[in-house]
């Protein structure tokens, strides 16, 4: 391998945006990183997934900090995929007639060792040829992009700011040090290998190559252990894996929080406002997590959310806040960070969330069912958990009446949304349910049953549109809600009655974004400038809707249209641009990637049931008759 090191400008590394789509994770379940097609980490948090960027040029821009380590010149990507079964990422390029392939991963599992909770793993090896390369570290901190006061030791380039210490180790000399780009050639059979530790605020250990590669393949085995033991026979079983893999490698494992993406401000709409930090926990997510390892298989990932939601949430109980962060503190103000560019000029960039002092009763909904999934799966709930559990069952009954934020968070005046009396509703249902072997006073289960009814009736009387019989998005509109494509999955209505499939109908046409895409609520109803895209999650929740009333074959086509949205390496954002395709929001979506799962497990349900029971020819409608 020969180097040339000199000082190169590297703004041609930083430019040519990457589309989200394209992007790849690569994850510890600690933080994460995503990589382009090009091999540059253009976003990574340390030391975890709320921390502050290390290499943010995906929307701090070409001062933002990057890791680039691919081809020096114009290369075609020939293949990119995760191994089976696992989070190591593998990249090939054809350069002439060689090829070039990077393979690189985290190490995920280090309990019981003294191995750094960070580690990074990057190895490049050239296949039947030569190949120029380029590499540029160029690790920045903080807001004010930081460049680190750095030094070269006999066995690492180690950079410092403040607290945060980075140690840099390659297995041959590359003269290496930040901002530089350091251009090189490759031979066949003598890969080039780095790898990249953090500490903050405690000791920094340098790895070197020849063990965190052993320790990569050693995690790339355990992630494969862990996919095989999936119980889910799907058609749809590729992406199930894949999204399950991705649900894990978002969940913080010092606690159990999941996190609902790793990004801040990646756009609804490009060159838009819409921007929104991300990287923190929804209870709603959490629980909607459980259902979807539990319909897999996986009773303990289930059970650790639960455990991270009650642990999290018992400073406010029985008040459940919106979001918290991965420690179960309250999340920080939101601030703009306005000298940054933003991802494609959308701007303003942000760090914290305004919607953590929203009331959102439908929180409370999502919740009680999770510990009801976990009863029916045959695991009883601690006298603690079942206590909290009676708490917030006591909280809806006493503040159901009150308006909310919604689901969606629209930052306006809080609304009677119906939404979110469905989900105070199955908040009661499921504590009855719960009740019935877990101890609750007989006063209790007698206010439970009443306000259960109250809702109903409630919504009865005043969250149905009179003239079409469907449900309506807030009492007193007539315009729709996404969301109310939950109503056939909780039990308030027959799954196949007049009203519950004029709901899914209107929703299906009225919000309709175009092929398989679905508009949360009609675009622009939110009191925000600008527009955004289709909202994933909802057109899975349409697949596991009409799966649950009996067009099983709908769902499925429709399933099987939504995996063509996803980028080529099987991940989701939030939203897609029903005009190009493009994904937008914050990226990869633990939402998505939970609402994936559920709709392909509604689906198997439902063909076991159709196999099981005669007359599923018949309509929707009959069938409830």
């Known amino acids: 391998m020969s180097r040339r090191d000199a000082e190169l400008p590297h703004g041609p590394l930083v430019s040519n945006r990457p589309a989200i789509r394209d992007l790849g994770l690569l994850g510890d379940t600690r933080t994460a990183a995503l990589v382009d097609e090009r091999g540059r980490i253009v976003w990574l948090c340390l030391p975890h997934f709320d921390g502050e960027p290390v290499f943010g040029a995906l929307v701090a821009g070409e001062r933002g900090g990057l890791f680039a380590l691919g081809p020096a010149g114009d290369a075609e990507v020939v293949q990119r995929r995760y191994r089976s079964g696992s989070t190591v990422l593998e990249t090939t390029w054809r350069v002439g007639g060689a090829h070039l392939v990077l393979t690189e991963g985290m190490i995920a599992e280090v309990e019981g060792s003294l191995f750094p909770t960070f580690c990074l793993v990057r190895r490049l090896e050239a296949r039947g040829d030569v190949v120029d390369c380029v590499m540029c570290f160029d690790p920045r901190f903080g807001s004010e992009r930081r460049r680190p006061s750095w030094r070269g030791t006999h066995a690492a380039l180690v950079c410092v700011d403040r607290g945060m210490a980075l140690s840099f180790t390659a297995?041959?000399?590359?003269?290496?040090?930040?901002?530089?780009?350091?251009?090189?050639?490759?031979?066949?059979?003598?890969?080039?290998?780095?790898?990249?530790?953090?500490?903050?605020?405690?000791?920094?250990?340098?790895?070197?190559?020849?063990?965190?590669?052993?320790?990569?393949?050693?995690?790339?085995?355990?992630?494969?252990?862990?996919?095989?033991?999936?119980?889910?026979?799907?058609p749809f079983s590729s992406a199930v894996e894949r999204?399950?893999?991705?649900?894990?490698?978002?969940?913080?494992?010092?606690?159990?929080a999941p996190?609902?993406?790793?990004?801040?401000?990646?756009?609804?709409?490009?060159?838009?406002s819409r921007n929104w930090d991300y990287r923190y926990a929804w209870p709603r997510d959490a629980s909607i997590g459980i259902g979807a390892f539990l319909g897999a298989g996986f009773d303990e990932q289930a059970r650790a959310f639960l455990y991270w939601l009650l642990h999290a949430s018992r400073v406010d109980r029985p008040r459940l806040p919106a979001l918290l962060t991965l420690h179960?503190?309250?999340?920080?103000?939101?601030?703009?960070?306005?000298?940054?560019?933003?991802?494609?000029?959308?701007?303003?960039?942000?760090f914290g969330n305004g919607a953590r002092d929203q009331h959102q009763l439908d929180n409370y909904g999502w919740v009680l069912d999770a510990m009801w999934l976990l009863v029916r799966a045959g695991h009883g709930l601690y006298g603690e958990t079942w206590r909290a559990?009676?708490?917030?069952?006591?909280?809806?009954a006493e503040r159901w009446r009150r308006p909310d934020a919604?689901?969606?968070?629209?930052?306006?005046?809080?609304?009677?949304?119906?939404?979110?009396?469905?989900?105070?509703?199955?908040?009661?249902?499921?504590?009855?349910?719960?009740?019935?072997?877990?101890?609750?006073?007989?006063?209790?289960?007698?206010?439970?049953?009443?306000?259960?009814?109250a809702i109903a009736a409630d919504i009865a009387a005043n969250g149905i549109d009179p003239d079409r019989g469907n449900l309506v998005r807030a009492y007193g509109r007539h315009d729709l809600d996404a969301a109310l494509l939950v109503l056939p999955l909780i039990g308030l209505e027959p799954p196949g009655s007049d009203r519950v499939v004029d709901t899914i109908e209107a929703v299906r046409s009225e919000l309709s974004a175009g092929g398989p895409l679905l508009y949360r609520y009609t675009p622009g109803d939110d009191g925000l400038a600008g527009a955004e895209g289709a909202f994933l999650p909802?057109?899975?929740?349409?697949?596991?809707?009409?799966?649950?009333?009996?067009?099983?074959?709908?769902?499925?086509?429709?399933?099987?249209?939504?995996l063509g949205v996803a980028g080529p390496l099987g991940l989701y954002a939030e939203e897609a641009d029903p005009t190009s395709g493009e994904l937008l929001g914050n990226y990869p979506q633990a939402f998505t990637h939970a609402?994936?799962?559920?709709?392909?497990?509604?689906?198997?349900?439902?063909?076991k049931d159709r196999a099981a029971a005669p007359g599923r020819s018949r309509t929707r409608r009959e069938r409830a008759s």
């Open 171 to 234: 297995d041959r000399a590359l003269a290496l040090r930040p901002g530089r780009v350091v251009e090189f050639s490759l031979d066949p059979g003598q890969p080039l290998t780095v790898v990249l530790t953090a500490a903050h605020r405690g000791p920094l250990t340098h790895v070197t190559t020849g063990t965190a590669w052993r320790a990569l393949v050693d995690d790339d085995a355990r992630w494969r252990r862990w996919s095989a033991r999936i119980d889910l026979e799907s």
């Open 243 to 256: 999204s399950l893999i991705t649900m894990r490698l978002l969940t913080y494992s010092p606690s159990g």
């Open 259 to 272: 996190v609902a993406a790793p990004t801040t401000s990646l756009p609804e709409q490009l060159g838009g």
């Open 328 to 350: 179960g503190r309250a999340v920080p103000a939101e601030r703009e960070v306005g000298e940054w560019p933003g991802y494609g000029g959308s701007r303003p960039v942000r």
């Open 389 to 396: 559990g009676m708490a917030l069952a006591d909280y809806v």
């Open 406 to 453: 919604g689901l969606w968070e629209v930052r306006g005046e809080p609304a009677h949304y119906v939404h979110s009396k469905l989900m105070a509703w199955l908040a009661l249902d499921r504590a009855l349910r719960i009740a019935d072997s877990h101890r609750a006073s007989a006063r209790r289960r007698v206010r439970w049953t009443t306000e259960r009814n």
């Open 538 to 562: 909802c057109s899975f929740w349409l697949a596991q809707a009409l799966a649950a009333t009996g067009a099983v074959d709908e769902a499925v086509a429709l399933v099987e249209q939504l």
């Open 595 to 607: 609402t994936l799962v559920q709709a392909a497990l509604a689906i198997r349900d439902a063909t």
